[in-house]
């Protein structure tokens, strides 16, 4: 039983030294603590920066295909690229003929709205961008009127 008693003799006297460790602490200036702490925190980030871009910097000299892209798959891409740029100027020369096919057309449909003289547009021939003086054409609707169903 006296082990006992020793022990918890013991641990007592650690437990009182122990409150008094903690007293102490209260006492320490909170200047010297903040600026302590921002200079750890200061060199702590420095020392991520160096390792970040240690790492990096390795990454790009000796492995540098897993960062940047394969220049094998770029010749493709500026290949169907050119070809896109090829397509859409062969559409903007397309759609310049058409312009220029329609231009007589919008003319004569301008002066048939406005009421004006469309003998004019026809004896102009075909630098004015008519039909020839020879052809006339004549579009003819018929319309087929059904009689009523007579009632049973």
């Known amino acids: 039983m006296t082990s006992v008693q020793l022990l918890l003799v013991v641990s007592a006297a650690l437990c009182a030294a122990q409150r008094h460790n903690v007293g102490s602490r209260t006492e320490w200036n909170e200047a010297d603590r903040s600026r302590g702490l921002c200079s750890n925190l200061t060199l702590v980030l420095d020392n991520w920066k160096f390792a970040i871009m240690t790492q990096v910097k ?24 050119a070809d896109l740029y090829q397509e859409f100027n062969s559409l903007k020369e397309r759609l310049s003929r058409l312009t220029a096919q329609f231009h007589g057309v919008e003319s004569f449909v301008d002066q048939a709205r406005s009421g004006g003289n469309l003998a004019r547009t026809r004896a102009a021939g075909p630098e004015a961008g008519g039909r020839p003086q020879g052809r006339r054409s004549r579009v003819v609707i018929r319309r087929v009127v059904k009689a009523a169903a007579p009632p049973n």
């Open 58 to 81: 390795d990454l790009l000299l000796h492995d540098h295909d897993a960062v940047l892209p394969e220049y094998g798959r770029i010749r493709p891409l500026s290949a169907a690229l």
